[in-house]
Structure formats: structure tokens, C-alpha cells
């Protein structure tokens, strides 16, 4: 018997389009319109490292939708960084930035390596080359690559600094670079600051009260630390956390910069020390008796295997995509409430675009601006989940789809066949 395929991630995403068409009862031809990216790109990517040995890497740019403004998304370097991956990304953003209203379209962007298997050297060269070819499809009006997992502010610095050796100085082609190159304050902990903001809002329509919460977090990078550390100021209690190595459970609750400073030492968070906490295997932090889930690791982290075992009211979907959507079924008829990735990590895209608008005025803002700014898209657009929820009669994920559609939708008949 063949193997069974893996799902499609982009045909995943589609569903998710798809039941909110259903509910603005979209025409056919729309819905190939809007789920059709606009275009993509593959190039092959030849390194002759540091040790004298050729790799060829493949790397990737889907562009899904431009009808709201210049399409915006991640650069991704991880080995699972398949077109499909990063078509299914590329469609998340059109309809993350939407959702939040910003002024974009989506896309996305991948090379499919190990970076930590590169040396410095050898990370910005393929960076560079990447960046050469790419400088003609990409651009401040254009489309406006960001970080994502496996890349960071230095890598954006090279991919800059490259693409204005064609274009001239362009700090607004991308986002997410060092201060002293044109970054934004509080971009660092913009997705998990935004998460909080979503948590803040829904808990009292859940009559959860934030004070005393336990919390559950799945990854412990960026988006994990930053989403603990706000909740946890808030008067949540952390109960367990895990990362690739293995879950840390602690019941009584622990403490964020203490586990952070046992992450960065020992390399992962089991090795965090304190009374009645308990090691245990990476896959169980999901099952965690807890008040609300913060995954913030992989897409496909809750699943029809494990959505039953969930003990969370909340999940606040700090990665992208992290339940599938037979999970989503399982958790509606258990009345788990799930606010969707879509909006719960919007934060981190949303300070992207104050960094951009920074750029493009030659302008400093200061972090309590961001912070401000970013609580007022996080409100506005959680208004507008809500009202479509009543509208539709509808679980959170679906309100968040129509609300982004029907933008998207409305932006592409304006502007006619483009
Ligand atoms: P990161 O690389 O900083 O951290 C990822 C964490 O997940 C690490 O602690 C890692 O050990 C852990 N991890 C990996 N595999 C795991 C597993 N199987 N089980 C448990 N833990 C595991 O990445 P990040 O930037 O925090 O991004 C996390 C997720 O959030 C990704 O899905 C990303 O696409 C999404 N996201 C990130 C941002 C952002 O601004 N960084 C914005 C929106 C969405």
C-alpha cells in the first residue's frame, strides 16, 4: 500500500478561505481569484561554503495577493521550507493583514537549509544571492520580506544592503532590521505584546479573569518568551512550557526571567530548576491543566490526536497555523474557544508595517508609540471579529476569514482585473 500523502498546508489554508466564502456565498470564479497567488518564485541558490564543498539550495518567494497594497511576509530558512509551506504562509498573510487593516498583501519566503548548519560566512553569502535574486519581483511598493523562524535582524541587514546595491539606499524593502539600520523599537516583542492584547480582550467575553489564569506556552523563542513574560505581568501564572527539547511543568508557577535565563544558559528550558516542577516529554505540554494554550512553535501542533486531551478554555494561536482542521472541529464541539493565528499573532506583522511607514518618512517613532499603536489595531480589529462573529452566527476563526475576505474581496472588484 502507497504511503499516505502528507496534506497539502496551502489546501489547509484554502479550507479555512473556503468556509468563510461559504458564508459571503463568493461566486466560483472569485474564490479561484483570490486563492490563485499572484506569483511565484523559485531559484536555485549554489554555495561554495567555507569548507570547499558545493550545496545547492532552493529558495522560494510566493506572492499570494496585492489588491490592498504591496504584499508583506517572512523569510524563512528551516529545512521544511517547501513551496507548499510557503504558499500556504504567503496566503495567511493576505488575509493576516487584512484582518488587522493594514495596508498590504501577503506573501512569504523561504530557503529550505539548516541555518544552523551554515557558518556566518556562509549564511550571508546565500543570504546576498538570495537577495540578487529576488531584487527585481521584490521592493518597498512591491513586496517587503521580513524575518520569520531561522532568520533574524542580520540577515535582513545583508538582504537590505544588498538590494540597495541595485536600487540605491532602500531601508523600507524590508523589515525587522537592527535599530541603527532603520528597525522599529518594540519590534522584538511586537507578536507576543499583540497576543496579550488579543488574551486582555476575550477574557472577560469568556468571563475569565486574567489575574491568577494558569497558562500553558508550546515554544519558548521569540513569540513564546514575549507572550509568557506579558501574561505573566498581567498576574497569569505559567504553569508549564516547552521547547524542541522537552516540556518543564510546574503547577505552582515559574518564574519568566529565571526560566529565560536557564533557556539562554543550558539551551533549552528543561533545564529550569524549581519546587514541585517536573521534566517531561516536549508532546505533553498540549495536555497541560491550564486555563489557556499559547502555542507558539510549529503549524500542526494540535491535531485530531490530541485536541481531546486539551484542558484550556482559551487557545491564543501565537504560531501560524498550529491546529489543524480536524482539531478545530474536536475543539468547537468542546467549546474550547481558539482565537486564531490570523489575528492572535498579528502584532509582530502590524510594528513591521510602523517600521516601514518609519522608513518611508525617515522617521523615529518612540517604543511607547509602537505599543500604543499597536493596542489600538489589536482593539479595532478585534471589534471586527466580534461583529462578524453576531453576524454569522460563527466560531472565532471563520468571523476572523470573513472579515478578511470580504476586505480583500471588496479591494480586488475596486480595482477591477489587475
Ligand atoms: P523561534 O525560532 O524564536 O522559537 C521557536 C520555539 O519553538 C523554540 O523554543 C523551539 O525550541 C520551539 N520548538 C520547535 N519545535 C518544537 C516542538 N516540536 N515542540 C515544542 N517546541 C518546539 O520562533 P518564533 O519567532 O517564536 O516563531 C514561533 C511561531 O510563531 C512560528 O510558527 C512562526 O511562524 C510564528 N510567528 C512568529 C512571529 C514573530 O514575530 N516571530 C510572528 C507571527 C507568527
Redesign the pocket.
Known sequence: MSKPSRPSAFETVNRLFDKAADLLELSEEKRVELTTPYRELMVRLPLLSEDGKLHVFRGYRVQHDNSRGPMKGGIRYHPDADLDEVRALAALMTWKTAVVGLPYGGAKGGIQCDPRQLSTLDLERLTRRFAQRMEGFIGPREDIPGP??GTNARIMAWMMDEYSKFHGYSPGVVTGKPLELGGSQGRES??GRGLFFAVERIAPELGLALDGARVAV???????YWAARFLADAGCRIVAV???DGTIRCPDGLDIGALREAAQRAGSVTAYEGPGCERLD?EELISSDCDILVP????GAIHAGNAADIKAKLIAE???HPTTPEADEILLEREVTVLPDIYA?AG?VTVSYFEWVQNLQQMRWSAERVDDELHQVMQTAFDAIKKARGEFDTDWRAAAFVVAVRRVAEAARLRGLH
Do not use: Y
Not at 507558539?296 to 503549524?299: H, I, K, P
Open positions: 520569520d523562524m511586537a507578536t508550546q515554544g519558548f523563542g521569540n513569540v513564546g516547552s521547547d524542541i516536549r507558539a512553535a510549529l503549524g501565537g504560531a501560524n499573532n509582530g
